[in-house]
């Protein structure tokens, strides 16, 4: 189960790994702008950050359909 002081490093490292360092903390960062937060610390925190990447580049918005599986799987609700 991924703890509440997880979320932001899944999300970092899912984005870092394929988009490098500097990118896909740049990435991450406006991401989190974008949903008001400056951290995430839940699943429906992480999904919805998902949403956001999955509006992007097709290779940000396969990153962001992981994340919201992830954060589903780990009781997000998810839009309603």
Not at 43 to 57: G, H, P, V
């Amino acid at each position: 189960m991924v703890t509440p002081s997880e979320w932001d490093d899944v999300a970092r490292s899912k984005l870092t790994r394929v988009l490098g360092a500097s990118e896909g903390e740049h990435v991450f960062a406006a991401t989190l702008a974008k949903i008001g937060k400056q951290r995430l610390v839940s699943a429906d925190d992480a999904y919805r950050f998902a949403q956001i990447l999955k509006q992007d580049s097709p290779v940000i918005a396969a990153i962001g359909s992981m994340l919201a599986l992830s954060a589903v799987i780990r009781g997000a609700k998810g839009d309603k």
